[in-house]
């Protein structure tokens, strides 16, 4: 017997409303254990054929790449669970675990028709994150969340009809941009990669969620998109510099925004470049690389998402020009944060140390220098604006006076796993290496890559350090910045009022003088015919007649004219 | 939670930990005596250039956002509706 690990969260999630406590916290907790058991027990292969009309679908297909996807999947599901276990609202509960279902069934889809339904259920799930803030700037937020999510679909859906014309079958494989729809799935997969350009919804959406919810989301929609990406355009070169080009912009925003969980939307961003690149690049270790990353960031961001979960809850902020001095309150969340902020920067011995750097020798293998070094500057600034500014605004800095408890046992729980987890995968990494879809020759631990990592980590914070103590760094400021949402949220919203102002005063300005004029024509016109005008004055019989006359004469001169 | 001011508020002691992170800068600057790399680059044989490249990189980096500022910055209820501007600073208690 099969158990398909999405169908047991999304069908399980279902009863959660009418459970009771403690049941329902046991329930939840059970869910993601047993699929991960069902998981495993499921040998490689492709089940669930079946035929509608004349589609061939797989609704799953178990294989190592969707594999490694899926365990990870579920070990998120099981972190946010345990993260989330002080909450009492069913909402939120059920959209986690239908969420994370979907986004499990998305890897574990074999073809591209069931892969559109899960891709689909990602976004509306994932939405009611966004709404449970219950406010009306998290209402606007879910409904352009929602907006992009459905686009993506649809992209997603059109590409699938042009394959499935082009080709004759909507299996899910290796697909390049040169395939018929290719560039439209391509569409659709970056939106939820979040490309330049597309990428706005992401840094744009997740700070305004829950604080469940940004954990939560910050896990799924843009890894199913990773694995989408391994999938089906390994090896694509133009990912190579979309994905370079991620890894740099965003570190920008990072260092001057100050909403710290927009801090780490950008760097989730910066951080899937780096897997772009990987699957761009395309050989064994370039896909090797992206997607052990994928598995650390899941784990790492995750880990600094909750970490400002928790001080937004202490402290109703997570704003840098208000925090700072935490540590003291929150010694534990204070620790957890700076072993994520660690892997992210993937210090030796942690979890990004181990997997970027397989991504990295993959770009220096294939003697690409301007991305390698672009690649570096983003590793220089990852370190810069997520491994040192998270931590230190929130927790050190200046002292803002904030005198609140730790996180509630169960966060910490949580977040204790997931640095673990951090530590664990850097420390063992063959753990992880043995999960990949090809075989792992890369060694990690050498004497000059350990040097040369430590060396560029240590000028980088001098570099941050001598900038605050000089007085040169920006400070936090209560602040907008402008990206690319500002498009959509400004420019086309105020394009489309001015068009509107243009249209009516086209219309005050030309129709109506012209009604004027026509009104006049009319008046003019009817004159003659009034009871006083000329034409209806009666006429003499002589007057007639030589009008008849004259008309019969013309007539005459016409018809002599033509013979 | 404790009211006293903790190690990290005495500035003669925040002052001795930059020493010893300069300190330890300088001895990873000198590592690069210490092994051999395998390039694969010709520019990574530079002495020090990892110590270089995260120094320079960082503080350019600062400085190009500090300038991105001046474009990019607005108010912090730049895109929020008018009839909702000037409410309290956007909070919130728990979830």
């Known amino acids: ?563 | 939670m404790n009211d006293r001011p903790s190690w990290f508020e005495d500035p003669a002691k925040v002052t001795r930990l930059v020493r010893v992170l300069y300190g330890l800068c300088a001895l990873m600057f000198v590592a690069d005596l210490l092994y051999r790399k395998h390039a694969h680059f010709g520019f990574e044989n530079v002495f020090g250039f990892y110590a270089i490249y995260g120094f320079v990189a960082c503080v350019a980096l600062v400085l190009a956002a500090k300038l991105l500022r001046r474009i990019l910055m607005r108010r912090e209820d730049y895109y929020d509706a008018p009839e909702t501007r000037e409410t309290a600073p956007h909070r919130e208690d728990a979830h």
């Open chain 1, 1 to 563: 017997m099969i158990l398909h690990p999405a169908y047991l969260l999304i069908l399980g999630a279902l009863p959660l409303p009418w459970l009771k406590q403690p049941i329902r916290s046991a329930w939840m907790l059970l869910l993601p254990i047993v699929g991960m058991v069902g998981l495993w027990s499921i040998p490689d292969g492709h089940y669930a054929l079946l035929t509608l009309y004349d589609v061939k679908m797989e609704l799953l297909r178990v294989d190592a790449l969707s594999r490694v996807f899926a365990s990870i999947f579920l070990v998120a599901t099981m972190l946010a669970v345990i993260y989330a276990l002080n909450l009492r609202e069913s909402v939120q509960q059920v959209a986690t675990l239908t969420y994370a279902g979907s986004a499990i069934g998305g890897v574990l889809a074999g073809d591209l028709l069931t892969l559109f339904v899960y891709w689909e259920m990602t976004g509306l799930t994932s939405v009611f994150l966004i709404w449970a803030r219950r406010s009306e700037r998290a209402y606007r937020a879910g409904m352009r969340y929602l907006a992009v999510q459905v686009l993506s679909g649809l992209l997603l859906l059109a590409g699938l009809i042009i394959h499935y014309r082009g080709t004759g079958s909507v299996s899910f494989n290796t697909l390049g941009l040169d395939a018929p729809g290719g560039w439209l799935i391509l569409t659709a997969i970056g939106i939820k990669c979040a490309f330049p350009v597309l990428h706005s919804w992401l840094q744009d959406t997740y700070p305004e969620a829950t604080i469940v919810g940004t954990v939560v989301l910050s896990s799924f929609t843009t890894k199913l998109g990773i694995y989408a990406l391994a999938r089906g355009y390994a090896g694509t070169e133009e990912l190579i510099w979309i994905g370079a080009v991620m890894t740099c912009f965003p570190i920008f925003y990072a260092v001057i925004e100050n909403d710290l969980r927009r801090v780490l939307a950008y760097s989730l961003i910066n951080q899937l470049g780096f897997m772009v690149v990987g699957i761009g690049i395309g050989t064994e270790m370039g896909v090797n690389g992206a997607v052990a990353h994928a598995v650390a960031d899941i784990l790492f961001k995750g880990l600094l998402f909750m970490s400002m979960g928790a001080v937004l809850l202490r402290t109703g902020t997570v704003n840098g020009s208000e925090l700072g001095g935490l540590f003291k309150s929150m010694p534990q969340t204070a620790t957890f944060c700076m072993v994520g902020a660690a892997s992210i920067s993937a210090f030796p011995l942690f979890s990004g140390f181990v997997t970027k750097s397989m991504i990295m020798t993959a770009v220096a293998e294939e003697h690409r220098t301007v991305i390698w070094l672009m690649l570096l500057f983003a590793s220089a600034g990852v370190f810069h604006h997520a491994g040192i500014k998270i931590p230190f605004f929130a927790f050190f800095a200046h002292d803002r006076g904030y005198r609140v408890e730790e996180a509630p046992l169960n966060m910490r729980i949580a977040m204790g796993s997931a640095a673990a987890l951090c530590i664990l995968i850097g420390c063992a990494p063959e753990l992880l290496y043995g999960l990949l879809p090809y075989p792992v020759e890369y060694v990690p631990y050498t004497t000059a890559h350990v040097i040369n990592q430590t060396q560029l980590l240590l000028l980088s914070a001098m570099a941050f350090t001598v900038l605050m103590r000089t007085g040169i760094y920006p400070p936090e400021l209560r602040s907008v910045n402008l990206d690319f949402d500002w498009f959509y949220r400004r420019l086309l919203p105020a394009t489309a009022g001015t068009a509107t102002r243009i249209i009516d005063g086209a219309r005050n300005g030309v129709l109506a003088p012209l009604q004027r004029g026509a009104a006049t024509a009319l008046r003019i016109a009817q004159t003659p015919l009034r009871a006083q005008g000329w034409l209806a004055l009666p006429w003499t019989t002589s007057l007639m007649i030589a009008w008849t006359v004259l008309l019969l004469g013309a007539l005459l001169l016409l018809a002599l004219l033509r013979a």
